[in-house]
């Protein structure tokens, strides 16, 4: 058994043995270089945000083709692997086993499409499995962009501003404080001790910044541009994988998952409460803009600056940054429509079964990863801005708002995760990714 991080010693070439050949030792099985490609790919597929339901199916598709019997077990913070040659199964003493220890994936469409690459070449046989192998271990991780993520911070903040209703002002002052916050992302890839707190520091200084602009400068709707300035931070998405994980019976997994989104939630609340409380604390004169009636060119422009958030923060390749654009609206009009003409949960599930559905046929026809279309398609529609507002009205004392609250979150992810699942029986899902 080997640690994490690391591979087992032993040269690195692929034995093709015939069935007479005698059973080895689980110290010279380790030498396949099969295990090996298998092993690495499973990490990466982890680190750049699969599934756990498409990262296991995966594997096992690849250790199939490859004639390996392996057995894994992913969750978010870690995968074991187990493995045996095909051409020995009645040899229990060949199974052996590896234990990675891993940090929660973050979502980074280029490097999926690049592992995704090399997966599907090895499957067909037009790449060996030590070129495989070599091919994933020279991927290498991306430095921080700078100007990137705060642009892609203070777009998406501007999006959800508009989609709020608010005025120009209210969506602009979300923009900045939102790449405030993504500077502080940035700051914290640089100095990982602020990484734990990093969400209640953002909410924090969101909170604060907010309420100072509106008593000194401008009043604003403070708690739509505190919640459209840390919405990156909502764990929207993990929400929505933990539900869909459960619902394809990875439970561990998906209660993993569900707690690490419920602490992300408490943090973010906390932080905000906290900055609410500082305001207090230093007599600052508490001013909010009345709610007014928005342009209608607003609801367009949280369309496109979402649309190109996500283009910049999911990281695709730029030949992919039409598609995720593209992807982001299909899922938005889907639900627009469908709320318009049978009530807004109705159109949250006609938007999952749209999208899923999109997403798997694309998949099939460009031979590329559904998470392309499915990630961006669902990310304007998870409800994490709802899972948010349950929490704070808890901290706030309002015990039965944040009870009903918690109540919509449930509604809301049964019927997306739905018509995800809808859209997987309507066209079936790619092979692999």
């Keep these: 058994m080997t640690s994490a991080g690391e591979t087992p010693a032993g040269p690195i070439d692929y034995r093709d043995d015939d069935a007479t050949t005698p059973a080895r030792a689980p110290a010279e099985l380790w030498s396949d270089i099969r295990l090996r490609f298998l092993s690495e790919l499973a990490k990466r597929l982890h680190q750049y945000g699969t599934t756990t339901t498409r990262l296991e199916a995966s594997v096992e598709s690849l250790s199939h083709k490859l004639g390996l019997d392996t057995q894994i077990w992913s969750s978010p913070t870690g995968i074991l692997l187990s493995f045996r040659d095909v051409k020995h199964p009645e040899s229990s003493e060949q199974r052996v086993s590896e234990v990675l220890r891993l940090s929660p994936g973050e979502t980074n469409l280029r490097r999926l499409v690049d592992t995704d690459e090399v997966a599907d070449k090895v499957f067909h046989g037009?790449?060996?499995?030590?070129?495989?192998?070599?091919?994933?271990?020279?991927?290498?991780p991306e430095p921080v962009k700078v100007k990137t993520t705060i642009a892609g911070f203070a777009?998406?903040?501007?999006?959800?501003?508009a989609m709020l209703k608010t005025r120009p002002t209210d969506i602009a002052a979300a923009a900045l404080v939102g790449a405030l916050t993504g500077g502080l992302?940035?700051?914290?890839?640089?100095?990982?001790?602020?990484?734990?707190?990093?969400?209640?520091?953002?909410a924090f200084l969101s909170t604060l910044l907010a309420t100072l602009a509106s008593a000194y400068i401008l009043p604003l709707s403070l708690q739509s541009v505190t919640l459209a300035a840390i919405v990156v931070f909502l764990p929207g998405l993990t929400l929505t994988t933990a539900v869909s994980e459960l619902s394809s019976q990875h439970l561990v997994s998906g209660v993993a998952r569900l707690a690490g989104a419920l602490t992300v939630l408490l943090k973010l609340t906390f932080g905000a409460v906290a900055g609410s409380e500082v305001a207090?604390?230093?007599?600052?004169?508490?001013r909010a803009a009345r709610p007014a009636e928005s342009p209608v060119w607003i609801e367009g422009v949280a369309l496109l600056c979402g649309a190109l958030s996500y283009s910049l923060l999911l990281r695709p390749h730029k030949r992919h940054r039409w598609l995720v654009m593209g992807a982001a609206v299909l899922g938005y009009t889907a639900a627009r429509l469908g709320s318009e003409s049978f009530g807004p949960l109705f159109g949250v599930f006609l938007a999952g079964l749209v999208v899923g559905a999109s997403s798997n046929l694309f998949a099939r026809l460009k031979n590329k990863p559904s998470a392309l279309m499915r990630?961006?398609?669902?990310?304007?529609?998870?409800?994490?801005?709802?899972?948010f507002r349950s929490v704070f009205f808890v901290f706030d004392g309002q015990v039965m708002q944040g009870i009903n609250a918690a109540s919509s979150l449930v509604v809301l992810l049964t019927t997306l995760v739905a018509g995800l699942l809808f859209g997987d029986l309507l066209v079936p899902p790619r092979r692999n990714l």
């Excluded at 990630?375 to 899972?387: A, N, R, Y």
């Design 155 to 161: 777009f998406a903040a501007a999006s959800v501003a």
């Design 126 to 140: 037009r790449m060996s499995v030590a070129d495989g192998y070599r091919s994933l271990r020279d991927i290498r």
């Design 185 to 202: 992302l940035v700051v914290s890839k640089r100095h990982p001790h602020l990484r734990p707190g990093l969400e209640a520091l953002a």
């Design 280 to 286: 207090k604390a230093l007599h600052v004169p508490l």
């Design 375 to 387: 990630t961006p398609g669902i990310l304007l529609l998870v409800p994490g801005s709802v899972g």
